[in-house]
């Protein structure tokens, strides 16, 4: 579903994160976000980043060129398995950059580089069109 809804790239992506340590609000946005069919399992590709999330954690190599991963796919780059090792299906690179959609109790819930401490309390991410 998400590939039908972002292979035109009328869609753009957003994130809001909220910093455990400090409680503040940052947000991060992409101007394009394509999710590649299941023949290219799901790679993203994302650019255009605004906001004052600070790093662009999504954006970075670290998750944009990358398919997706799952528990019982690994199609990551690195030579762990990012989804068994960081509770959750990603695009992974090499288990870094950020992790927007797992448990937080773990500790693998977070945005590198966040103004406000790299760990997450709360986190939403959608599409909204352009």
Request: aromatic content about 20%; overall charge positive.
């Amino acid at each position: 579903m998400l590939t039908w809804l972002t292979v035109n790239a009328v869609y753009k992506l957003k994130f809001d994160l909220q910093s455990r340590k400090n409680g503040n609000w940052y947000y991060a946005e992409y101007s394009t976000f394509v999710v590649l069919p299941e023949a290219h399992n799901y790679k993203l590709q994302v650019a255009g980043y605004s906001g004052n999330a600070g790093y662009d954690a999504f954006g970075s190599q670290q998750h944009n060129g990358q398919q997706f991963s799952t528990f019982d796919r690994d199609n990551d780059r690195s030579s762990g398995y990012c989804a068994a090792a960081k509770y959750g299906g990603f695009w992974w690179g090499n288990c870094g950059g950020c992790k927007v959609n797992g448990p937080r109790s773990t500790g693998y819930f977070y945005w590198s580089g966040l103004p406000g401490g790299d760990y997450l309390q709360l986190s939403r991410m959608w599409l909204e069109c352009k």
